[in-house]
């Protein structure tokens, strides 16, 4: 078999939405298409009756020696520079032949062969879709001017908050975050680390189980699992006074008497009631779209090109419950219109909860509000992360067969739990080589031990030993390593001659800005052009922080013109400094790109 046969014959991919995985789509589709094209002429000219092939090889032939120079300058040349030259004369005939073949197929055939489509994780969208509703909630308290969730600081911005001076307390403050996603995550590297030696595991789980009679496990936000923060969200609502309790009771423990910064955190937004609205919003994302939208695409039989319809009704389901919260808030709400499958809360109690909480508008007078932005955050980051499905699309317009032909599971389970086992056994066995790692996990995956025990022969096992030790021989790891190490070394040269240049940018530019006279006198203003403007502006916004970024700046000369007279205002009244360069908006900026060097 040709390996070129395999990309030809591929019809889509699954990945997640990252840009490398997107990048990597695209440059498999540019290898799908050569690879189908490339074979296609190989074939078409293998079939040419003889004399169609002598009559073809002889115009190449003569169009080659006419293009390089004549029978004279021909006969001059090596051999093997002759042979290189017709090597790529036929290389050119075959692409003739491919392309007149392709050419003469119906539009459906060039359609059908050249189908190829992509879709991503529909893991991978949820767990988007929660980020971006976590984004827009945490931003309402910014946008409204109302103080938000207790911060929580590390262990060094703490003592700088503590003893350190004004602008080392603001920078603490400045660089600390809090609210739900923060508190989940400490409280998942408290109640269950993902390194076994280290948290409250064991000594969690007893005390709940004599609490409750059970044994409870926090969700495993210590490794952010899928879904694992709204998991926490429902779990801390349902037993929130027994977390409380355990804390203390984890202070009153040690022989200090105190709890370690990360524990007194873990208290700290516990006890707060905005980080509470916050935890309740994660909540009923989670029953309401979560588990539902889990439960509907989780099946190994459902191809995900089928899922348009799926995501229409989840983004429209959405758009319901951020009209009216009051369909999971109020109290005679029910699963029938809150869930998005119709089907019963994945943990009812956690529900019930987050109602008794909605009606206490005094403890929590920002449930809604909150809820409402989580919700649009989650959808419009569903909008985006849906693209795909969008009409007019390659999924949208694809026929049944050709959606059928490309079928592709709904979730990049398979490759994530690969590479999870691949991480689980090289932590066991670290000096174990990739190779060998691919070969044993193809033998468990591929059932070879049953083909070994019931096809293979004594002949077959003496080629199998030899092959073996063929591959031994080539080192194929060493020369692995090797590349990864040579290839590393080539990114830092690369980036070290990026800075190299930039930094010769930057010397250009300051040395223009230091030689140059702004222009002070506000009527000059309306004769100049929009590029001295644009330089004006550059100059100011190098050591004037209040300027925007060029990215920023409005786009019309009246607009800019506004700008630069307030950069010159605040000039002549020497409210900055002409040469400060310490400000954030010092940095000259670049003009030009740097992409001779993009991979």
């Not at 808030?329 to 029910?334: I, M, N, Q, T, V």
């Not at 390593?481 to 980036?495: F, I, P």
């Amino acid at each position: 078999m040709d390996v070129r046969e395999f990309p030809a014959k591929v019809k889509g991919m699954l990945s997640d939405h990252a840009e490398d995985q997107r990048k990597l789509v695209r440059l498999f589709k540019d290898w799908k298409f050569v690879c189908e094209r490339e074979v296609r002429g190989e074939r078409a000219l293998a079939i040419l009756p003889p004399s169609d092939v002598l009559h073809h090889l002889s115009v190449m032939m003569d169009d080659l020696i006419v293009t390089t120079g004549g029978p004279q300058v021909w006969d001059t040349l090596s051999m093997g520079e002759r042979q290189i030259r017709a090597d790529e004369a036929i290389h050119q005939l075959r692409i003739k032949v491919r392309e007149e073949t392709f050419a003469a197929l119906s539009d459906t055939e060039k359609e059908s062969i050249d189908f190829f489509i992509w879709a991503g994780c529909c893991m991978h969208k949820e767990l988007n879709a929660a980020k971006g509703g976590n984004t827009k909630m945490r931003s309402w308290w910014g946008q409204k001017g109302i103080e938000g969730p207790v911060l929580l600081m590390n262990k060094d911005n703490t003592a700088n908050a503590a003893l350190g001076s004004s602008k080392g307390k603001e920078r603490a403050v400045t660089m600390s975050t809090g609210g739900a996603q923060k508190v989940l995550d400490l409280a998942g590297s408290v109640f269950r680390n993902k390194d076994d030696k280290r948290g409250q595991q064991d000594s969690f789980r007893y005390y709940f189980e004599a609490e409750l009679g059970n044994s409870v496990q926090w969700p495993d936000t210590s490794n952010t699992r899928y879904h694992s923060h709204g998991d926490a969200a429902c779990e801390f609502l349902v037993h929130e006074p027994l977390y409380i309790t355990y804390l203390e009771v984890m202070k009153s423990k040690k022989e200090s008497r105190t709890l370690t910064n990360i524990e007194e955190n873990v208290l700290r937004g516990f006890s707060c009631t905005k980080t509470k609205e916050e935890i309740t919003c994660f909540a009923v994302y989670n029953q309401c779209i979560t588990h539902p939208y889990l439960r509907m695409v989780r099946n190994t039989s459902l191809n995900i090109l089928d899922l348009g319809p799926v995501h229409v009704q989840l983004i429209n389901h959405l758009q319901c419950l951020i009209m009216d919260v009051n369909i999971i808030l109020g109290p005679d709400a029910s699963y029938k219109a809150a869930t998005l499958d119709k089907h019963p809360f994945e943990r009812p109690e956690a529900v019930y909860t987050i109602q008794c909480a909605a009606q206490d508008t005094t403890t929590y007078p920002h449930l809604r509000q909150l809820l409402v932005q989580f919700l649009q955050g989650a959808q419009e980051t569903w909008v985006r992360f849906t693209a795909e499905f969008s009409p007019g699309g390659s999924i949208d317009k694809s026929t049944t067969l050709q959606r059928r032909h490309a079928f592709m599971n709904t979730t990049n389970d398979c490759n994530e739990g690969a590479l999870g086992s691949m991480r689980t056994t090289l932590r066991r066995a670290p000096h174990m080589s990739l190779n060998y790692f691919n070969s044993s996990f193809m033998y468990k995956k591929n059932e070879t031990s049953t083909y070994v025990s019931t096809v293979l022969g004594t002949d077959d096992w003496m080629r199998l030993r030899r092959k073996a030790r063929e591959m031994e021989g080539q080192h194929n790891e060493h020369q692995r390593r090797k590349a990864q190490a040579e290839y590393d070394c080539e990114v830092v040269r690369r980036n070290r001659k990026q800075d190299a240049r930039r930094q010769e940018k930057r010397d250009a530019t300051e040395a223009k800005f230091a030689a140059f006279e702004p222009c002070t006198s506000i009527p000059a203003l309306r004769s100049l052009r929009v590029v001295d403007i644009d330089f004006q502006l550059r100059w100011h916004r190098w050591f004037d922080s209040s300027i925007p970024a060029s990215k920023d700046m409005p786009k019309t000369k009246a607009e800019k013109i506004s700008v630069l007279q307030q950069a010159i205002g605040r000039y002549i009244r020497h409210e900055v400094v002409e040469g400060n360069t310490s400000k954030p908006g010092a940095q000259p900026e670049e003009t030009g790109d740097d992409n001779d060097d993009d991979l």
